[in-house]
């Protein structure tokens, strides 16, 4: 889309984090602590009681992705479960990660993510990284 991708990073399409995401014990909790003492905004929510995530934009379109279900304290490794960045074609840069050893976690694929107000459909892809993180293309029109 216009001016979704702004930056210079030629091998991503623009580049920048999408969203770092995190599990929580509390999400209603979270997501009020994030919107009142950070001014993160909601953009993009979905799921039922007990498997509920949304999208918080951080101010500048970079988003904290909270997901429910976490445990107190949190496991082994911590919160973070991964972090995304943005890219225009997610299927070669999966492909120029799979060349150079990664694991490829999550193949690309197509999913529709069933906000409250409307659907997101979102080209997505996971590997892992050199020290073991966990990695996620990402692409869509709106975020």
């Not at 997501?31 to 001014?39: E, R, S």
């Amino acid at each position: 889309p216009e001016g979704f991708m702004t930056g210079t990073n030629a091998v991503l399409g623009g580049g920048g984090f999408h969203h770092v995401a995190v599990r929580v014990a509390d999400f209603d909790a979270a997501v009020k602590f994030y919107a009142d003492v950070l001014g993160f905004s909601p953009k993009v929510a979905w799921g039922d009681l007990g498997k509920r995530a949304v999208m918080l934009d951080t101010g500048k379109g970079d988003y904290l992705e909270v997901f429910e279900g976490g445990t107190t304290p949190p496991p082994s490794g911590g919160t973070i479960l991964h972090y995304a960045v943005r890219c225009v074609d997610v299927d070669s840069v999966i492909e120029a990660a799979r060349s150079r050893g990664c694991e490829v976690t999550v193949e690309p694929k197509d999913v529709t993510i069933q906000n409250r107000d409307f659907p997101l459909p979102v080209r997505i892809a996971f590997f892992t990284g050199p020290a073991g993180e966990q990695i996620e293309l990402f692409r869509n029109d709106l975020t």
